[in-house]
């Protein structure tokens, strides 16, 4: 039935920062986890049940089978909620939904992944979607955060700052509240490590505008910034993706609050997203 | 389409027999509104009626809807529905279901909306507009499908349509209480039309609309509107095309839980409203003209979310009326 969600334990409860968790998830009947396939960009709808349900977007990779991953923010009562969970406990699980990422069509490209904040979480998927599968010729990750602490995938961020490189990942990190962890990362590999906004990271980068990608997300506002350093450059808004939020109570095109757009151009976000390119945002008031 | 002709004098045996297909629901009159009600006898309902305050869909999608039960950490399929009969739906409401069925039975189905639907009989019946009416020009005046059956009046009896299989059974199920149609019925059929079709004093222009709308996004109509609009919602409630719902977990007791989904309306503030507190339609503007966005929405497939019923214009407590506003924005454009 389209609203049965699927019973998940939890494997593992990993604090990223003092706000998000990192939830590591597998369903109980192994025939459901087997036949759960996902793209990078899609989302599920966690049910807590007897409390609500709530979608969020999957940060781990479909190229790593047997498990998935959430990142949730603390955020709201339903995330608060969530936030109790241990390790060993149940939530309801239903989905994938969304678009998600064209991830087959951008292959040979090179990737610009712009992240904001908790615009990391769907991003990561596609990170190490590209780095496991290896069929795209460079990625850049731009990753803008408030300060040192917030950063999330820590560990990951560091990791390919130090050695990304030699898998043609290109890691560069803004961040805006100094502090001695900031600066000390920033002696270590300026100038990929700077104080500032996302747009910053631009800076000094030349892309082959025929053969890239855009994959954009992050906080609302930011998306207006972003995109315009892109179109500076010369980059199609076919080739910007942005992946979207919005309320959504029942993920499949239903319930209407996600609706966006005009009289010409009513799109669910749920279903038509939650990945859409800059042209549809030029054709769809209201989408960003 | 298959006619038939129900003779007056055995049209209350048809209406009683109607109770063996399920539940009768028709319109009875309540004070100064019509609303769908359960019924007995013939006697307590209302043939002539305008539109009910809630369309239909009431019916179909709840206003406040059990979805499933929590039992013992387990999700359970709330119970089932029992077979309903609607006596007496207009073409617009016909209509209006069409348009809900576009959303709800497109992939993946609304188990829920489905199995209501196919557990349902619908029987239209020929209306004449009053000052509300607009459905004429949005081709929604006349339904030729999305019915069992539909019944025409004449002056002594009424032309029966049928539209369905289901609605061939149930005709054919009291056959002794119907004859053939004659060319005078026809004549009859075809005056009480063009009588209806030159009765309706509202309609909507609608030529170029969706793209003049769109182009209007920032006209002076909508902020005039945005003043006048209560916000209320009752718009929503009553259209029998919006079908924005909200899901919430409720406690029966202790052990017991269920899930609900209730009308919602674009008119709330929390529509749009994302944790953390983000707003995506955050003045009363945006979501004044978000409705009628959606609403004027033109599908290729399927026309505009609009049948004209005139709900939202008769039951809005600020006396906004939809044409005029559509007329003014297209004009504000000039």
């Known amino acids: ?112 992944l712009v992240a904001g904040g908790l615009g990391m979480a769907p991003l990561r998927s596609v990170l190490w979607y590209a780095l496991d599968s ?103 808004p076919g080739r910007i993706y942005m992946t979207l939020e919005r309320r959504m109570r029942c993920g499949v095109g239903k319930c209407g609050h996600c609706i966006v757009g005009t009289s010409t151009s009513i799109k669910y976000v749920c279903k038509d997203g939650p990945v859409f390119t800059y042209w549809d945002a030029l054709s769809t008031r209201g989408l960003i | 389409m298959r006619y038939v002709k129900l003779p007056q004098e055995n049209f209350e045996e048809f209406f009683n027999s109607l109770k063996r297909w399920g539940k009768l629901y028709a319109p009875v009159k309540k004070g100064d509104i019509y609303s769908f009600q359960n019924v007995e006898t013939l006697s307590e309902i209302t043939l ?3 539109r009910t305050m809630l369309p239909p869909k009431k019916f179909f999608v709840r206003p406040k809807d059990e979805m499933l039960k929590l039992k013992e950490g387990h999700w359970e399929e709330a119970n089932g529905t029992e077979p309903i009969v ?53 081709g929604t005046d006349f339904a030729m499908h999305g019915f069992d059956l539909f019944l025409h009046e004449l ?14 059974e149930i005709a054919w199920g009291s056959e002794e209480l119907f004859e053939n149609v004659t060319e005078e019925d026809f004549h009859h059929f075809r005056e009480f039309e063009e009588k209806r079709t030159n009765s309706f004093k509202r309609s909507l222009n609608k030529e170029g609309l969706a793209d003049i709308l769109d182009l209007a996004f920032d006209s002076p109509v909508w902020k005039k509107y945005e003043r006048i609009c209560l916000g209320c919602g009752n718009c929503n409630m009553v259209c029998p095309t919006c079908r924005c719902y909200e ?21 709330m503030e929390t529509h749009g409203l994302v944790a ?24 290729p497939e399927s026309g505009f979310n609009c049948v ?11 006396k906004i009326e939809h044409v005029k506003v559509l007329d003014e924005v297209r004009e504000g454009l000039q």
């Open chain 1, 1 to 112: 039935m389209t609203f049965q969600t699927h019973e998940a334990r939890i494997l593992e409860v990993k604090e990223l920062t003092s706000r998000e968790k990192l939830f590591t998830l597998r369903f109980v009947d192994p025939g459901i986890n087997r036949g759960f396939k996902y793209k990078p960009g899609q989302f599920v709808i966690v049910d807590i049940r007897g409390f609500g349900e709530f979608p969020i977007s999957l940060c781990s990779t479909p190229t790593r089978e047997g498990y998935f991953q959430l990142c949730v923010r603390r955020v709201g009562r339903m995330t608060k909620h969530m936030h109790t969970l241990k390790e060993g406990d149940i939530v309801g699980i239903r989905g994938p939904y969304g678009n998600g990422f064209p991830m087959e069509k951008m292959e040979g490209s090179t990737l610009i």
């Open chain 1, 134 to 236: 290896g069929k795209y010729e460079k990625i850049y990750l731009f990753y803008g955060t408030k300060a040192y602490e917030d950063i999330l995938f820590r560990d990951e961020v560091i990791h390919l700052l130090k050695h990304g490189e030699d898998m043609n990942c290109h890691v560069k990190l803004a961040y805006e509240v100094e502090s001695p962890s900031c600066i000390y990362l920033e002696k270590g590999y300026s100038p990929r490590v700077c104080k500032g906004v996302v747009t910053d990271l631009f800076r000094g980068e030349s892309f082959d505008v025929e053969n890239t990608y855009a994959l954009i997300c992050g906080p609302p506002v930011m998306y207006k910034f972003v995109i315009k350093e892109l179109l500076d450059r010369k980059l199609s």
């Open chain 2, 155 to 168: 002056p002594d009896g009424w032309l029966v349509r049928v539209g369905s299989v289901k609605g061939h």
């Open chain 2, 308 to 318: 004209g019923c005139g709900r939202c214009d008769e039951f809005c407590p600020a």
């Open chain 2, 276 to 299: 953390g507190g983000h707003n995506f339609r955050p003045t009363r503007l945006d979501r004044f003209r978000h409705r009628y966005y959606c609403k004027n929405y033109f599908d």
């Open chain 2, 86 to 138: 609607l006596f007496g739906v207009h073409s617009c409401d016909i209509h209006g279901l069409e348009i809900l069925d576009k959303v709800y039975l497109s992939d993946p189905v609304d188990p829920y909306y489905k199995k209501r639907r196919e557990n349902s009989i619908i029987i239209g019946i020929s209306c004449m507009p009053d000052e509300y009416c607009f459905c004429k020009s949005l």
């Open chain 2, 48 to 50: 002539d009626y305008t």
């Open chain 2, 247 to 267: 899901v919430c977990d409720l406690w029966i007791n202790a052990y017991e839980a269920v899930r609900v989904r209730r009308y919602d309306s674009c008119f």
